[in-house]
């Protein structure tokens, strides 16, 4: 089985753009999550979607937002960038609840 | 809130040898999971070990297992036999049991950098 995939691996955007991240989770599995990886914060969460309906959304502002699709696969999109955005944005995706996540290679955004 | 601590920044281990990450949680909830993940310097995050809170005995994968002790609120990694291939980040996680139908979020500690000597 393919693994999560994640598109595009890097991304280099000047501030005040917006960018969408991709995330196609391994097949069969129903639930997205999207994590922030700074080396300041560590790992924080995003969001949670399971069955194209957000469940979970961590302390982000509204420039933040995603949406998943019937096929499961996810996008993140971030409008009005901040220097501070630059990040590795992860994506994992699990089976359904309580099952374990598993992680796409990440996308490095780089805000300038 | 739930938080997850991991209190070694960084650690060596010799090729061969047994090394022991820490990591202490704190939350009130009775039900939930304990995860250990490695980031290698390629970036992509791998499942190293799952503990269910409410199963006592300590969860074994290979030469990866935990000591977990609950009261303690202690969930520790033991690598035994270590491998070239074991240096990387390892990240604590925790993350609730929800039966309301969401995933429910990882909470992560701070990671502990791990470098093993030939």
């Known amino acids: 089985k393919a693994g999560v995939t994640q598109t595009p691996r890097y991304l280099i955007k000047t501030r005040g753009q917006q960018v969408t991240l991709s995330c196609s989770p391994i097949s069969g599995h129903r639930s997205v999550s999207w994590y922030q990886q700074t080396p300041g914060q560590g790992l924080q969460f995003l969001f949670e979607?399971?069955?194209?309906?957000?469940?979970n959304k961590g302390n982000f502002p509204g420039r933040f937002s995603g949406r998943q699709f019937s096929n499961s696969r996810s996008e993140m999109n971030v409008s009005t960038l901040e220097l501070g955005d630059s990040a590795l944005y992860l994506c994992?995706?699990?089976?359904?609840?309580?099952?374990?996540?598993?992680f796409g290679p990440g996308t490095r955004l780089t805000v300038t | 809130a739930q938080t997850v601590t991991q209190s070694q920044p960084e650690m060596s281990v010799q090729e061969a040898e047994t090394v022991t990450l820490s990591c202490t949680y704190d939350?009130?909830?009775?039900?939930?999971?304990l995860f250990w993940y490695k980031q290698p310097p390629s970036r992509q995050m791998i499942l190293v070990i799952r503990?269910?809170?409410?199963?006592?005995q300590n969860a074994t994968e290979n030469r990866f297992s935990v000591n977990f002790q609950k009261a303690a609120k202690s969930f520790s990694l033991k690598i035994s036999d270590s491998q070239l291939g074991d240096a990387a980040m390892y990240f604590c996680?925790?993350?609730?049991?929800?039966?309301?139908?969401?995933?429910?979020?990882?909470?992560f500690g701070k990671g502990t950098k791990l470098s093993v000597k030939p």
């Open positions: 979607y399971f069955s194209e309906t957000q469940r």
């Open positions: 939350t009130s909830e009775s039900d939930y999971y």
């Open positions: 994992a995706s699990s089976l359904a609840e309580n099952y374990e996540q598993y």
């Open positions: 503990q269910e809170a409410y199963k006592q």
């Open positions: 996680a925790y993350r609730s049991r929800d039966y309301g139908g969401s995933q429910g979020n990882l909470i």
